[in-house]
């Protein structure tokens, strides 16, 4: 049986899984609360698609490239690349040379990443 004693590891989690039930309980209520006590007029003008103020025009389930999907996960993937320099950059002297090479090592890997996508056309718009 886990006892609870100040000092123990499961003592110290105690307060945050306290916090974390009454958010839970919190969300729920607010959101049964609106739903019973909000209103239910459901009208024509109510139910219809509104974005910005412009009127719709078309199908909105038109399918959009996989190019352009591809483009922004390799757009994030090499963004959060640079993440990792500034660590980097800011202990380069206490990490020496070991430092180095596993930087370097790093930025080869990305480079022969994006060698790869190159010579596969990832990034060439074909429409």
């Not at 509104?50 to 038109?62: D, M, P």
């Not at 002297?93 to 370097?104: I, K, P, Q, S, Y």
């Not at 990443?113 to 056309?121: L, T």
Request: aromatic share 18%; hydrophobic share 55%.
């Amino acid at each position: 049986m886990l006892l609870l004693e100040a000092g123990s590891a499961p003592f110290n989690y105690f307060p945050i899984l306290i916090q974390v039930i009454l958010a839970v309980v919190f969300v729920g209520v607010m959101m049964g609360a609106t739903h019973l006590l909000g209103p239910k007029r459901k009208t024509s003008d109510k139910l219809e698609n509104f974005e910005c103020g412009i009127e719709q025009e078309g199908n909105a389930r038109q399918p959009l490239a996989v190019k352009y999907f591809l483009v922004a996960i390799l757009f994030v993937l090499f963004d959060v690349e640079v993440i990792f320099f500034y660590p980097y950059a800011m202990n380069f002297r206490d990490l020496g040379w070991n430092g180095f090479w596993a930087v370097a090592m790093f930025v080869a890997f990305f480079i022969v990443g994006f060698v790869y996508i190159i010579k596969k056309g990832a990034l060439q718009w074909e429409e």
